[in-house]
């Protein structure tokens, strides 16, 4: 009976093992730099803004000027074939000394100077599902995902979660001292926590000019 129950268990730890890359399909591991270097465009955001309603505050990391290919990354990115057409990617990333802006919500974002300027060490993680590829292809830019009608294009992925987490050092600005958040010159500290799932369909989606509270996910920023 003893002997049955091994060669038993042996067959369907076969079977698992044969059947799973059947449903999975095939992946793969990927340097960082595959999507450090797509998501690098001067003039973005490399991670687009941040915003915390009810904090008041948007951070952009990298602030408006610096790219990811400016920082020290590391990280990887796993690519999964999804045998439906599509390719799925999970991108884990560690930011070291971002440079980071952080901007009061309640003027006129992002015309109005930052209240903060500082570095910032991070961490990003996101699946990605890109809706037409093959393994090899170029890791979506976040940018393209989050805001095709930007680029004026259709639709070319999806994202089934984002995660970042980061705390740095830098100083209030003039502006701050202007909106009552610090003096200018004072050193100060901040953190972001955010773990963001796909938008719902029933909520809001306005100009984040306009009412930041429309915008999906919400984090949460802390300045002191």
Request: charged share 15%.
């Amino acid at each position: 009976m003893k002997k049955t129950k091994i060669i038993l268990l042996a067959t369907v730890g076969i079977c698992i093992f044969c059947f799973l890359p059947s449903v999975l399909g095939t992946a793969n591991v990927r340097p960082i730099t595959d999507f450090t270097d797509t998501n690098s465009i001067p003039g973005l955001p490399p991670l687009a803004a941040w915003v915390s309603g009810e904090d008041n505050l948007i951070m952009v990391p990298h602030g408006f000027f610096e790219t990811l290919a400016d920082c020290n990354c590391e990280g990887s990115v796993l690519e999964r074939d999804l045998k439906d057409g599509r390719i799925l990617y999970q991108v884990n990333l560690h930011v070291k000394g971002a440079t980071t802006w952080v901007f009061w919500a309640g003027g006129n974002f992002p015309l109005d100077p930052p209240v903060f300027i500082g570095e910032m060490d991070y961490y990003f993680s996101a699946i990605l599902i890109a809706y037409e590829g093959n393994l090899g292809d170029p890791v979506p830019t976040l940018w393209m995902i989050w805001f095709p009608e930007i680029f004026g294009i259709d639709p070319i992925g999806e994202y089934g979660m984002t995660h970042l987490t980061g705390s740095g050092t830098g100083t209030f600005t003039a502006f701050a001292e202007v909106v009552g958040l610090g003096s200018e010159g004072e050193t100060a500290n901040v953190k972001i926590d955010q773990i963001g799932l796909p938008r719902p369909e029933d909520h809001p989606q306005i100009d984040p000019l306009i009412d930041p509270d429309s915008m999906w996910p919400v984090e949460h920023i802390l300045l002191y």
